[in-house]
């Protein structure tokens, strides 16, 4: 906030100003859709399917145990 205030006055050091800017393009790659594709390939699909199947049997006994239905 102190660096926005100064605006011009203040000169960051070289290797922060690069830092910055590395993750700045890290954030943009993240958001980006190729990023987003990137982390759909790091899913563990086996465990996605595992997961699902245990929340229809799970939502399955509790058809089961409800008396309106």
């Known amino acids: 906030t102190q660096i926005q205030a100064a605006a011009d006055d203040v000169e960051l050091p070289t290797e922060l100003a690069k830092m910055i800017a590395e993750d700045n393009q890290e954030e943009e790659h993240k958001q980006s859709v190729l990023g987003q594709l990137t982390n759909i390939q790091n899913v563990d699909i086996d465990q996605l399917?595992?997961?699902?199947?245990?929340?229809?049997?799970?939502?399955?006994?509790?058809?089961?145990k409800c008396e309106v239905m």
Do not use: V
């Not at 399917?49 to 399955?60: F, M, V």
């Open 49 to 64: 399917k595992e997961k699902a199947q245990s929340t229809i049997e799970d939502l399955k006994q509790s058809a089961e």
